[in-house]
Nanobody, 135 residues
């Protein structure tokens, strides 16, 4: 059974930093593409960043230059380093994973095209971790 568990959320002041982690279990983690999403109150979920099995990455314009996504396959873990946080970054952050070769390939193609996957490409989702940034 695939499980994704996020951690590292919390409350910080504007300009601060947080590092989110997503621990994956129940499958061969290194073969799949992963992503981070967030949802602010009253807003739709948005893709923040994605990382394929080779470590290629893509970012939403709103976080480019401030957030860094990375993965350590030996630890089955995906990270999101978030710097220079603003109140607009407040929301629940979710990690997601593809399933199977085609899903990983589709996300990899989007990353190569500079496009952040919107969510339907992923099959597995974590429960989310809250990030609150105060001004």
């Amino acid at each position: 059974q695939v499980q994704l568990v996020e951690s590292g959320g919390g409350s910080v002041q504007s300009g601060g930093s947080l590092r989110l982690s997503c621990l994956a279990s129940g499958y061969t983690y290194g073969s799949y593409s992963m992503g981070w999403f967030r949802q602010a109150p009253g807003k739709e979920r948005e893709g923040v960043a994605a990382c394929d099995a080779l470590g290629n990455t893509v970012y939403a314009d709103s976080v480019k230059g401030r957030f860094t996504v990375s993965r350590v396959n030996a630890k089955n873990t995906l990270y999101l380093e978030m710097n220079r946080l603003t109140p607009e970054d407040t929301g629940v952050y979710y990690c997601a994973s593809t399933a199977g070769y085609s899903g990983a390939y589709n996300v990899s193609r989007l990353i190569a095209s500079g496009m952040v996957p919107v969510g339907r490409e992923y099959s597995f989702w974590g429960q989310g971790t809250q990030v609150t940034v105060s001004s």
